[in-house]
């Protein structure tokens, strides 16, 4: 079985081009974010990698570390970056996990556990590395999507997700379809009117069910 929301993420030791170290320890007590890929020097992907470089002030200030992941090698993935960083026109200053033996990829069930890599192998060996995963400072998963090898991801969307998912777990609340920091917030039917006015005070009954407030800010 996969790895499931609210999952405590598996403690690999991992290869990259920045040392080896457990995962659990990289993370520390910080949100993280692993994003994978199934070849260096593929096209989508150096442009994804770009993207990501370029938003290193805002992961950092959300308090948050990436982390990329390719089943190639470790040299490959030190030659790469220079690519990344030409494409970006930003310092790739995250790791890169070395996944030559695909133990992560299982781990995150991208792949098959009978999957190997061939010799002469191209991305689509590995189509399924193509996921990004979200994680909690208590070391569970809080997120994770997976996009096919011909559609580049929006980490501009991955970027408002971590917003929604940090302001969630601060106050205590949900939030609406296409939220944004600064828009309303759901309280959650958990919490009695009175408790809400309490905790939020004003607040928009849409819907018995749907309640509106605006986004704590203390």
């Given at each position: 079985?996969?790895?499931?929301?609210?999952?405590?993420?598996?403690?690999?030791?991992?290869?990259?081009?920045?040392?080896?170290?457990?995962?659990?320890?990289?993370?520390?007590?910080?949100?993280?974010?692993?994003?994978?890929?199934?070849?260096?020097?593929?096209?989508?992907?150096?442009?994804?990698?770009?993207?990501?470089?370029?938003?290193?002030?805002?992961?950092?200030?959300?308090?948050?570390?990436?982390?990329?992941?390719?089943?190639?090698?470790?040299?490959?993935?030190?030659?790469?970056?220079?690519?990344?960083?030409?494409?970006?026109?930003?310092?790739?200053?995250?790791?890169?996990?070395?996944?030559?033996?695909?133990?992560?990829?299982?781990?995150?069930?991208?792949?098959?556990?009978?999957?190997?890599?061939?010799?002469?192998?191209?991305?689509?060996?590995?189509?399924?590395?193509?996921?990004?995963?979200?994680?909690?400072?208590?070391?569970?998963?809080?997120?994770?999507?997976?996009?096919?090898?011909?559609?580049?991801?929006?980490?501009?969307?991955?970027?408002?997700?971590?917003?929604?998912?940090?302001?969630?777990?601060?106050?205590?609340?949900?939030?609406?379809?296409?939220?944004?920091?600064?828009?309303?917030?759901?309280?959650?039917?958990?919490v009695g009117d009175d408790a809400a006015k309490e905790k939020f005070g004003a607040?928009?009954?849409?819907?018995?069910?749907?309640?509106?407030?605006?986004?704590?800010?203390?």
């Amino acid at each position: 079985m996969g790895l499931r929301i609210n999952d405590t993420i598996p403690n690999l030791t991992v290869e990259t081009d920045q040392g080896t170290f457990k995962l659990h320890d990289w993370i520390g007590d910080s949100w993280a974010i692993l994003f994978s890929h199934p070849k260096d020097f593929t096209p989508v992907c150096t442009t994804e990698f770009g993207a990501v470089a370029q938003l290193n002030d805002e992961w950092t200030k959300r308090g948050t570390k990436v982390i990329g992941i390719s089943v190639d090698g470790v040299e490959d993935h030190k030659k790469w970056k220079g690519d990344i960083e030409k494409v970006g026109g930003a310092q790739a200053k995250f790791p890169i996990i070395a996944d030559d033996g695909l133990v992560v990829s299982k781990a995150f069930d991208m792949l098959p556990a009978e999957a190997y890599l061939p010799d002469g192998r191209t991305p689509n060996d590995s189509a399924t590395v193509r996921s990004v995963f979200i994680i909690g400072p208590d070391k569970q998963l809080k997120l994770s999507m997976t996009y096919p090898m011909n559609v580049g991801r929006n980490f501009a969307e991955v970027l408002r997700a971590l917003d929604a998912l940090q302001t969630a777990a601060k106050h205590t609340i949900a939030t609406p379809a296409n939220w944004n920091v600064g828009d309303d917030v759901i309280i959650p039917t958990s919490v009695g009117d009175d408790a809400a006015k309490e905790k939020f005070g004003a607040f928009e009954t849409v819907l018995p069910y749907l309640r509106k407030t605006k986004q704590p800010t203390a």
